[in-house]
């Protein structure tokens, strides 16, 4: 079973990037998938999730209308297209599965993680 999260990297602000989650080892249609940041100092805080029904909840506030999330259960892939990165944005991203139709921004429902990608959003 793994999770590889990549497209992490530094951009101005203002600018975008896209994360992916690619899975393997496991039915990555039934799980739900949920995007996750930890900047220096803080909590690791849900960002965005998207079911296995592919439906989307955002859990921060902050990157509403900044931040999308896709699937592509052909390429058992989660996307998570950020726009208009702010310095604030600044962490490092996680995907993590949960066998599970429905979204939580709980961390200890997630069965599996990715390791991690850096965004440093910086001028």
């Known amino acids: 079973v793994q999770l590889q999260a990549s497209g992490g990297g530094l951009v101005q602000p203002g600018g975008s990037l896209r994360l992916s989650c690619a899975a393997s080892g496991f039915t990555f249609d039934y799980y739900t998938i949920g995007w996750f940041r930890q900047a220096p100092g803080k909590e690791r805080e849900g960002v965005l999730c998207?079911?296995?029904?592919?439906?989307?909840?955002y859990y921060a506030d902050s990157v509403k209308g900044r931040f999308t999330i896709s699937r592509d259960n052909a390429k058992n892939t989660v996307y998570l297209q950020m726009n208009s990165l702010k310095p604030e944005d600044t962490a490092v991203y996680y995907c993590?599965?949960?066998?599970?139709?429905?979204?939580?921004?709980?961390?200890?429902?997630?069965?599996?993680w990715g390791q991690g990608t850096l965004v440093t959003v910086s001028s």
């Open positions: 998207i079911s296995s029904s592919d439906e989307s909840t």
């Open positions: 993590a599965a949960d066998y599970s139709s429905i979204c939580s921004d709980s961390t200890l429902i997630y069965d599996y």
